[in-house]
């Protein structure tokens, strides 16, 4: 017998037979044209996201062995590699990409740890998350703008500190932002990524079955007498850390070939490897591009040799630390490292708000000598003065994020629903596709897509750098969305199946309004994703296309703070209303559903 309407909660002990079916497995349907285009659709997801990155890989692998036919550069040979060899400061360059890609990677993972662990299952968790989770929708480059406007010698941090300690009476000449050993990019990188790896640590933990084993687990090892911090890193992060595993290695291979923090933390003498390679393809001799090629293989070799030195240290560690997890000692001076993490979050959180406020009163600033605190005057003029330029990057921002995103929605739906229909999930195959544009560094794929783009269609920069961006919203949206709808209670599709309904009725009228608050939800994600691309707008757009990303770049780099900062905050306002209609939307919706 199947489990009763009214009693969700009961288990079904019973093995369905031939005659009668699980409640928890949908009823199949007669094929239709809905039913066969649901069914294609994850073969349809797997060609989006495969062919575009393997496309552009290869595209970038011909001209790095000197294969051009537009320079009229037919014979394969490795001119590429010896002119990249030879490029000044290249050693520079790579060591700058690996130390900051592992470094922040690493500082955010161990961060994110020990606030799991010295907050976990405590009401500071969660408000910690709301603190942090703003974070999310602040895209890389106003998050950098804001945070090199707070370390340079005439910042927020030396206004408060001068002169009563420091002593400066004028601007001291300082290393800030753009030091050369990559700090600057380190900073940037950890508090954009930590919030990014606190959520999903605690997506994982709102998993039904699992956080609540996890829980149980740690109030044992509570009740045997383990310390909160030691129960933590003995009870829970063996089982969690799985999960987390494909988004940190996201992160490592973003931090190691990321172009809008270094672009505009980062030393020019030499930059990143990534920046580097951007510039020469950008260049207009395009002999460069030779090298660039050549360039752009030897950042997907880091980034590669980084994700298996992760898998490597990985292994290592397990191997020499597993008689830790059954020693028996309660305690590693866990007072101690609880003190320094309460102390490490004031801090991070203090250091997020005061580049913030920062950021808005540089915007309105008039008059502003240091080292005093606050502006003479407060004036609107940059905002003015921003709005009568501001309209064109912010219609394209506007109409390809929506275009990114509704693609990016429909598909994921589409492919969830196929889940259910089959009552079965995607495979690991597909699941691991999923996350490839985010694993395969963006510098080492787009520009061969690019060049695909421009031999199918060259004039149509606006379809280019949506489809562009839809490889790196469509990931995103698909994780944000998979766990609302696995969690579907099928019972009411296989009523309303039941009572007559074809599959699409089921699927719009049942399905999809259970789902109204998720699926606004990744919307706004979504957009936030889209608004925040830079080199793909950039590169895809052939710099025809501007967005208020790639103007708040090129204005971070030579024009006015004030300028620079209300194309930040405009960066951020834009995210922030999508997640704000996401949350006000259900409850209007609601509120008059009820009535």
Known sequence: MSQPLDDPQKPNTQKPSAQTANANSVIPYKADRFTRLVTLSPKFLLILLLLPVLGGLISVLLPAFGWIPAIEQTTFGLQGFEALWQTPGLTQMVALSVA?????????????????????????????????????????????????????????????????????????????????YGISIILGLVLKELPFLLLMSLGALAQPELGKKLRLNYKVALNLGYYPITAFFKAVFPVLYPLLRLPLLAVLAYASASVEMPLILGPNTPPTLAVTIMQWFSDVDLNLRIKASAGAILQLVLTGGLIALWLSAERIIKMLCSHLLVNGKRHYNDGIWQKFTIALTVLMIGFIALALIGLVIWSVAGYWRFPAV????????????????????????????????????????????????????ISNFT?????????????????????????????????????THLLFVLPYVFLSLASSYRHLDARFANVAASLGATPIKVFLQVKLPQLLTPILIAIALGLAISFGQYLPTLLAGGGRIATITTEAVTLANGASRRTSAVYAIMQMILPMLGFILAWVLPKYFFRSGAR
């Open 100 to 180: 900051t890609g592992l470094i922040s990677t690493l500082l955010a993972f161990v961060s994110m740890l020990m606030i799991l662990a010295a907050f976990f299952n405590s009401v500071w968790l969660t408000r910690i998350e709301r603190l942090l989770s703003p974070i999310l929708v602040i895209p890389h480059a106003a998050a950098a703008i804001a945070i090199g406007f707070l370390i340079a010698p005439s910042g927020m941090i030396a206004r408060l500190l001068s002169p009563w300690l420091s002593g400066w009476e004028l601007a001291p000449q300082g290393i800030f932002p753009h030091d050369p």
């Open 374 to 425: 606050l502006p003479e005057q407060l004036v609107l003029l940059h905002f003015q003065s921003a709005f009568t330029q501001m309209s064109t990057p912010l219609f394209n921002t506007v109409t390809i994020g929506i275009t990114s995103t509704a693609f990016a929605i429909i598909l994921t739906l589409l492919c969830l629903e196929s889940e259910q229909l089959s009552n079965k999930s």
């Open 431 to 467: 699941s691991l596709i999923i996350y490839l544009p985010l694993l395969v560094p963006s510098i080492a794929f787009l520009f061969g897509l690019v060049w695909l783009q421009q031999l199918l269609h060259n004039q149509a920069a606006f379809l280019n750098v949506a489809f």
